[in-house]
């Protein structure tokens, strides 16, 4: 794969490549041969092979790659240009809503709590160092271990890293794969940096505002705190607080939600789904209907399809 991509510039992956294209507003106009083989098993494929064409190949469907797709397409459309997009991603799409929030769900909206089970089944630890326990079923002649980890380094290897060290790994690190990414199942909660204490300074406070901008109304802020303002519980916890710290101001803190307009009992978190947009999220569920009739944006998962070839 890296060969071959060092022969086209232009591939994308939703990174650094693809905002620098999307700042040029212009439309790549490279086109990029991909081969689809539908699998019936992990180790057994059947014969068909479909061609599919595409200008901008978006590796991820999480918020980075999804911004991609909404900024080119709001571009092509605004330029009158036909800009086929294609996005593919390692894990299966959970809703029929492409990377729609979790928590939308009606069991999830009577009951935040039970919530958490579901965000634990979903991920996936990151690089973690191997296990050098002796397998204690074993009997103590089958196996012998170089303390030195010179000659052998131990047993386990399932999805763990035997370069990663012990001592300096990150515990907590964990993703999804998924339709969506992690903004299936994200807390929702956007507060801007502190200047002064997070905030990089590689770019300046102008730059930092506009960008912060842009990213609240993708992701639909709430601006006011005006979803949650009635809320029972929501009330008792800015009373406690405002009780302990009197010296301190209390604020909302800013949520990518919105009010469900068609029933006020419950609200509407933003997913990927929210930063792609309602055109393309339209136009990918009627292409689950019709079976990617409309080229102009597509999303594959490794689930259905398995992307063999990238280039010719």
């Known amino acids: 794969l890296k060969q071959r991509r060092r022969r086209c510039s ?3 992956v939703g990174n650094g490549e693809m905002l620098r294209l999307a700042k040029r507003s212009t439309v790549i106009s490279s086109r990029f041969p991909c081969i689809v083989r539908p699998l019936t098993s992990m180790n057994q494929q059947t014969s068909t092979t479909k061609r599919m064409h595409a200008d901008v190949l978006i590796v991820g469907t999480g918020p980075v790659g999804c911004t991609f ?18 996005m593919i991603d390692a894990g299966a799409q959970l809703s029929p809503r492409p990377g729609e929030h979790l928590k939308n769900a009606f069991v999830y909206q009577r009951d935040y709590n039970a919530f958490t089970g579901l965000i634990s089944s979903h991920l996936v630890d990151l690089s973690i160092p191997t296990d050098d326990s002796p397998v204690i079923t074993l009997d103590p002649s089958a196996f012998s271990i170089d303390l030195t ?14 370069e990663q060290n012990p001592f300096k790994n ?16 994200w807390t929702c909660a956007i507060p801007r940096q502190n200047p002064a204490v997070e905030q990089s300074n590689l ?8 960008l912060y901008d842009k990213a609240e109304k993708l ?17 008792l916890v800015t009373h406690e607080i405002k009780q302990r710290f009197p010296r301190r101001k209390v604020r909302e803190l800013p949520l990518a939600v919105q009010k469900n307009e068609g029933d006020p009992t419950q609200v509407i ?3 990927s789904d929210t930063v792609l ?8 569920e009627e292409n689950q209907i019709q079976g990617q009739t409309n080229e102009a944006f597509r999303i594959l998962v490794s689930s259905l399809l398995f992307v063999s070839q990238l280039f010719d």
């Open 69 to 86: 797709a909404h900024e080119l397409h709001r571009l092509s459309q605004k330029k009158n240009k036909n800009l086929k997009i294609l």
């Open 10 to 12: 232009t591939i994308s």
């Open 170 to 185: 990150v515990d907590g690190a964990a993703a999804a794969y998924n339709v969506g990414g992690m903004a299936v199942h």
């Open 149 to 162: 980890k010179k000659k052998y380094k131990g047993f386990v290897r399932n999805n763990q890293n035997p």
């Open 277 to 284: 947009g309602d055109t393309l999220c339209r136009i990918a």
């Open 219 to 235: 992701l639909k802020l709430d601006k006011n705190g005006e979803v949650f303002k009635d809320s029972i519980r929501n009330m």
């Open 269 to 271: 978190w933003s997913g």
């Open 203 to 210: 770019i300046n406070q102008r730059e930092w505002n506009k």
